[in-house]
């Protein structure tokens, strides 16, 4: 018979990989293209996802295009972050991309990356 306390580790263990890896996606699901000289980002800072269906999300909150750069000055005079990541689904046009870029930029945001995958 397993003693308690290996029961309640092993619980205890799971809850903590089931929270890391949800935090790891950041909400929706978005196919990163891939880069040879992708780095992990490892400080929290303010994500916009653009997915296929061309929807923005900042940080899981749906926002529409038209307030875009009002929604993204106000998070940014809350938090006071300079950092953004910006995560497109890879179907996601050129051009929409560096709109959300521009965007960021007219919010007041200075450090600006994309996202993408380490290429295997």
Same mark, same amino acid.
């Given at each position: 018979?397993?003693?308690?306390? $290996?029961?309640?580790?092993?619980?205890?263990?799971?809850?903590?990989?089931?929270?890391? &890896?949800?935090?790891?996606? /950041?909400?929706? +699901?978005?196919?990163?293209?891939?880069? =040879?000289?992708?780095?992990?980002?490892?400080? $929290?800072? =303010?994500?916009?996802?653009? $997915?296929?269906?061309?929807?923005?999300?900042?940080?899981? +909150?749906?926002?529409?295009?038209?307030?875009?750069?009002? #929604?993204?000055?106000?998070?940014?005079?809350? &938090?006071?972050?300079?950092?953004?990541?910006?995560?497109? $689904?890879?179907? #996601? *046009?050129?051009?929409?991309?560096?709109?959300?870029?521009?965007? =960021? /930029?007219?919010?007041?945001?200075?450090?600006? &990356?994309?996202?993408?995958?380490?290429? *295997?």
């Amino acid at each position: 018979m397993v003693p308690l306390i $290996d029961i309640i580790f092993l619980l205890l263990v799971f809850f903590i990989y089931v929270m890391l &890896s949800m935090t790891i996606n /950041r909400g929706i +699901e978005v196919q990163l293209p891939e880069a =040879a000289t992708a780095e992990v980002q490892q400080e $929290d800072c =303010a994500v916009l996802a653009i $997915d296929k269906t061309r929807g923005l999300t900042i940080d899981k +909150e749906p926002v529409a295009w038209a307030q875009l750069i009002a #929604v993204l000055e106000e998070r940014r005079r809350q &938090s006071d972050e300079d950092v953004l990541l910006i995560r497109a $689904d890879r179907t #996601v *046009p050129y051009d929409l991309v560096f709109k959300a870029l521009d965007s =960021a /930029r007219a919010a007041g945001y200075q450090n600006v &990356s994309l996202m993408a995958e380490a290429a *295997p």
